[in-house]
């Protein structure tokens, strides 16, 4: 017979990118200034072309839009943020903006911190997240060395020049790379190589270290963490959800209905050992659904009406998955949970 666990549930921070201070390290709302509202003081020092107009995604409402028109193999549009600690992220990141681009004739650099070490000046660096050439689909790029080696992920989905399109990455080292346009995710992929490879190199915005190309369009709401957000905030930032106030979402509401149930127990269940993604059960973001993921939800489940139990895996469901008898074996209650 089943045993059920009781379960208190409390909705505090967790952070789970271990050593990353977690939060918004750099946000650019762009509404007139390129002034960084995330207060760490990441102002831009130094903006090579663009103003600012009124024509802002629906979503948001209000406020202003920076406009970039580049060119190819020069960097006359976009802003430099100087070097500072908070922009060099070693374990986890998220990047998110609004983007409005011209077409696809070049590549679209949204935002770069590169290069690292003695690598060529086209050398991704710590991070560099862009629109692919031809193809209008997102790209993530890290160095995985000071050389000139680096790991490159592109996304399933496409951005549509002459719309408002909202995109998102997110990245844990060790564990997935996730794009998503528009709040929905657009492909996960394993994180390969070594993240984290940081540099004293300015934050460039709308263009790259070696001028390859400028952005020509418009950008909006710009945001930088040192951690993973979850898919519930990522669609509250497509939402025109302010980045500064965004609302808290259980980790372990894993289809997003508001409720960590037996639906979201059944999936994790499902797809233990093999499953990669969120949608999936890999509530921790480590690229494997696991133990650690079965604890989250067990500490949460229930959440939103009386505290409940979570049943554990029958027998033949622990020899299935040798999860062996430590997955839900008696723990300290730990006070968890809201992760982005």
């Known amino acids: 017979m089943p045993r059920l666990i009781p379960v208190m549930v409390f909705s505090v921070g967790l952070v789970l990118a271990t050593g990353a201070r977690a939060g918004l390290v750099a946000y650019y709302p762009l509404d007139g200034d390129t002034d960084d509202a995330s207060g760490n003081a990441n102002d831009a020092t130094n903006v090579f072309g663009g103003g600012f107009i009124d024509d802002v995604p629906p979503q948001i409402g209000g406020g202003m839009a920076f406009e970039m028109f580049g060119t190819v193999g020069m960097m006359n549009a976009g802003f430099q943020v100087d070097d500072d600690p908070t922009l060099d992220i070693a374990d986890a990141l998220t990047i998110s903006a609004w983007v409005n681009m011209t077409d696809v004739n070049t590549f679209y650099f949204i935002a770069a911190k590169a290069p690292s070490g003695t690598a060529n000046i086209n050398f991704p660096g710590n991070y560099e997240f862009r629109i692919e050439q031809a193809t ?85 709401d710009l945001s930088i963490w040192d951690e993973a957000l979850g898919v519930g905030k990522i669609g509250a930032l497509a939402g025109g959800g302010d980045p500064l106030n965004l609302p808290d979402f259980n980790p372990a509401d894993i289809n997003l209905d508001s409720m960590v149930d037996m639906i979201d127990y059944m999936t994790l269940r499902d ?70």
């Open 136 to 220: 209008g689909n997102l790209q993530f790029l890290h160095q995985t060395s000071e050389g000139n080696t680096f790991s490159s992920y592109t996304a399933t989905a496409a951005v549509t020049p002459f719309e408002w399109n909202h995109v998102a990455v997110t990245a844990v080292a060790g564990g997935n790379v996730a794009f998503f346009v528009d709040g929905a995710q657009a492909g996960t992929f394993a994180q390969s190589g070594n993240f984290g490879v940081t540099n004293d190199n300015p934050l460039l915005v709308g263009t790259r270290a070696d001028s390859h190309s400028s952005f020509n369009g418009w950008m909006d």
């Open 271 to 340: 797809n233990f050992g093999t499953g990669t993604t969120f949608a999936e059960g890999d509530i921790d973001g480590n690229g494997i659904v696991n133990g650690a993921d079965f604890r989250i939800l067990k500490n949460n489940f229930g959440v939103g009406g009386a505290p409940a139990g979570v049943p554990e895996p029958g027998a033949l469901a622990l020899l299935w998955v040798g999860a062996g008898t430590l997955l839900f074996g008696k723990r300290r209650r730990r006070v968890i949970v809201v992760v982005s």
